[in-house]
């Protein structure tokens, strides 16, 4: 079998362009104008991914390359997001009945387990960041104390370096009064020791 257009090109990039925002548009798609529409799309792209002749049935293609009607995956992409916003407590009541909102008063009478929310959690941004960075002036770093100031706390400092000879990983513990330097070879890559291997030092 020749691939022309990759499945994983249509389902992930063209057929998420079709569903954006499905669940504001659900009540055009239900129409049999509409339906035919997304099924001539669909059928372009099942052309594309089979090569086959003109004259197969679209559902014929739409079974050998997996890939179910346009306008049922419609419905699913409604029903799970509104079922999500409703379990997230987002759902608006103001018309439950008509338009695209009576989708859930529909799934919820149809199937009563969706009267169960689901176990999500709602994201919060929080914007305050927890963590100050000082730096310190040259001169202080060259005729100081050569430390950071001491702060209330556990701090640990990493630092990396890779040069012709290989690469080494240093990390210094201010409150624990702790430093320590190890080489880790030729083929080590920055981050493998700046990040990786420092944190583990620091664990």
């Known amino acids: 079998m020749t691939w022309g257009l990759r499945p994983w090109l249509y ?3 063209i057929r998420q362009s079709i569903t954006f925002a499905s669940l504001v548009q659900w009540p055009g798609c239900q129409t049999a104008s509409a339906k035919k529409i997304l099924s001539r799309i669909q059928r372009l792209a099942c052309l594309g991914i ?3 002749i003109r004259v197969t049935p679209t559902c014929a293609i739409e079974v050998l390359t997996g890939l179910p009607p346009l306008d049922l995956v419609i ?3 409604v029903r799970s997001v509104a079922h999500c916003l409703w379990s997230l407590g ?7 009945i008509r338009g695209h909102s009576s989708v859930l008063m529909q799934l919820q009478q149809a199937e009563p387990i969706f009267n169960i929310g689901v176990n999500v959690i709602r ?3 929080n914007f305050k960041p927890k963590y100050r ?3 310190l002036p ?6 100081g104390t050569r430390t950071p100031p001491v702060v209330k706390g ?3 400092f990493t630092d990396g370096s890779r040069m012709k000879k290989g690469t080494k990983a240093g990390v210094y513990g201010q409150s624990v009064g702790r430093r320590v330097s190890i080489s880790l070879g030729r083929y080590a890559t920055v981050f493998q020791g700046c990040d990786i291997c420092s944190l583990h030092l620091c664990l």
């Open 123 to 125: 994201p919060e941004f």
């Open 154 to 156: 556990i701090f640990w």
């Open 50 to 52: 089979m090569g086959e």
């Open 11 to 13: 389902v992930s990039i």
């Open 90 to 96: 987002c759902w608006s009541y103001l018309h439950p």
């Open 75 to 77: 419905q699913g992409e």
């Open 133 to 135: 960075v000082t730096m």
């Open 138 to 143: 040259r001169e202080e770093w060259t005729r």
